[in-house]
């Protein structure tokens, strides 16, 4: 039986620029000697484009010259083999941690086809490549210069198979498989592309991870916090059978359980423990981390009312206090994935509102984005008197899949890709994808 991906072409296409961001001007650049291409005409010796958005279409000065088109298109190569870090079209102004307290303006490099158009009075633009091209870019991106092989290896595999399967779809509606960001992938284009990711890439071309004959859905986050979590408590639909609980770590200690989180807050042997990396350089090997902190082991204090300007915020429900904080469901690593707040309307009656989801619980217990809902209410018993609401928590993120510090761990401990692999990954097995599988 051939093995499927969801995505059905081996080229994927990139939302970079989108409505959302508003760009109205961009300009880009490229290195005199890289051979572009382009859907206009221009001078060989121009280096340096300007694109604007005027009046619902594109302004595009080309030295001299302007054009008013409804498309525009750039493109230099994207062949794995011709790859290389900083080679390609550079975009001056790109979001990056869109919604994110961390968001920022980066100046991407990116390799392949950059489709320019206007949508909603704003730029849109995608970046068509091949699927090899931009596992190597978003391997990079998402580890550091001086990660392990094995770890490099894994991640480079799990980021093509979550391409390749495209089970999450969230931009259908603009034409394009996934974004630039951590909603889908981070991804850089070759900005910092380094020759060992791009080896990583090479050694494991087309190699995937199969369930049933098909690629899987490969899903990670940063921390797991101890205990892999379900797919069902972060996303709604079926039981996903190799996203299951899982005990991160070497063994499973009789004494504890799934879904009790007082405990694991105890627990330091996990492969993602911050007790493993006190000699490691964490940010060489785990790239661009976006917060200082410990995200194995944290605590968070956030005033009630920063909970209340969320409600309204979020779901335009506004109330003058909180006066108890309910946990209603926990998955197996302790995320929350069902909490009830009770507290007091604007016409001083006394209700309730449910979060029933880990997302809406983490932007809701946060001035942005809480790192997990794996916490603890330490003052729960005199919150009704209390203005602060206090927090332990485990973990970084949904907590689903492969654990991106936890993999560091295996892989320092001398665990090949394969074995961190089937470790997240139970029941799946390797395989190399026929060139012409779509
Ligand atoms: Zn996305
Ligand atoms: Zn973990």
Redesign the pocket.
Known sequence: MPTSTGLNSRTIRV?IILPEDNSQEISLSWPPDLIVASSQDFDDQLNEITIRVDQGKLSVSLGELTVFVDHFLLASGDHLSGLSAERGVKIDSVVAGRGFHWEKKIQPILPGRLLFSVENNSLLLINELSVEAYVACVATSEMGASAPDALLAAQTIVARCWALASV?R??VALNFD????D??QRYQGTTYLTDYALASAVATQNEVLVYNNKVIDARYSKCCGGIVEDYTTVWQGKKVPYLIPLWDGPNHPEEMAFDDLKPLLAYSEAYCSSARFKEVDLLAMLGKVDVTGSYYRWKHALKKQVILDNLKKHFKVLWSEIFEIIVLKRGASGRISHLRLAGVNQESDQVTFDLKNEYDIRRTFNESFLYSSAFIIENATTLEDDTTVYLSGAGWGHGVGLCQIGALGMALEGSSYSEILSHYYPDTALMKLAEDTF
């Open positions: 939302g999450e969230k931009h996934v974004c630039n960001d909603c889908c």
